[in-house]
């Protein structure tokens, strides 16, 4: 069945500097979206990328959609404390469904 | 935020117990999920219901009864489980695209 890996499974980075997470696809994704979900929190939902090759950003964070649409990352700038959390991607499956990747837990050493 | 809301937020409950968990959401969302998040554990989707009809049931043992008695609650029946269903469950409602997720209730049973 359809999978979806991250990498890294957890990364501890020094405050201020450069994080990033990298997501793949079994199979080609007609979108893909990003959720975050801080210590003792709930998933929530920070972006969707539809289009192939497609960057978008939210201040510090920069999200891209592989050209082929299997793959995607995200990029975080200069980290801060309340960037800790884990972060997920999802692919549709169908049209009411989508499945999670394992995530990856980050963590900012002040 | 409280678009989706659970009810209880946390539940202690022995193995011959029945209980059951209430989720609400007040987006006017038509489809409705139960998702089983253990640690260390990728997001597992259970449920999935769309205007009332469920469309997925992912292996879920029957110890798990859902009920979606409209499209803005959702139940999760709990009777004999096992200690290793202990887990933060998370009800999530979507139209279309991304999930909005409720605070989840964290089970413990005993």
């Known amino acids: 069945g359809q999978q979806v890996m991250q990498i890294p499974q957890y990364q501890h980075v020094q405050e201020g500097e450069d994080f990033t997470t990298y997501c793949n696809s079994s199979?080609?994704?007609?979108?893909i979206q990003w959720y975050k979900q801080r210590p003792g929190g709930h998933p929530v939902f920070l972006i969707q990328?539809?289009?192939?090759?497609e960057v978008k950003k939210q201040k510090r964070l920069t999200f891209q959609f592989g050209e082929a649409k299997k793959n995607s990352s995200l990029h975080i700038t200069a980290t801060q404390t309340t960037d800790v959390g884990t972060y997920f991607c999802?692919?549709?499956?169908?049209?009411?469904?989508?499945?999670f990747g394992p995530g990856t837990s980050l963590s900012v050493i002040p | 935020e409280t678009g989706v809301t659970q009810t209880p937020r946390h539940l202690v409950m022995g193995m011959t117990n029945k209980k059951s968990l209430k989720c609400e959401q007040h987006?006017?969302?038509?489809?409705m999920y139960w998702y089983k998040q253990s640690a260390k554990k990728p997001l597992e989707l259970m449920f999935v219901?769309?205007?009332?009809?469920?469309?997925e049931n992912n292996s879920v043992p029957s110890r798990f009864s859902p009920e979606c008695p409209n499209s803005s609650h959702l139940f999760l029946h709990l009777h004999t489980l096992q200690p290793e269903d202990s887990a933060l469950y998370l009800c999530?409602?979507?139209?279309?695209?991304?999930?909005?997720f409720g605070p989840g209730t964290r089970l413990t049973v005993t």
């Open positions: 990328l539809v289009k192939s090759g």
């Open positions: 219901y769309n205007f009332k009809e469920q469309t």
């Open positions: 999530a409602s979507s139209q279309g695209a991304e999930q909005y």
């Open positions: 999802a692919g549709p499956v169908s049209y009411d469904k989508v499945i």
């Open positions: 987006l006017g969302h038509n489809a």
């Open positions: 199979t080609t994704l007609s979108n």
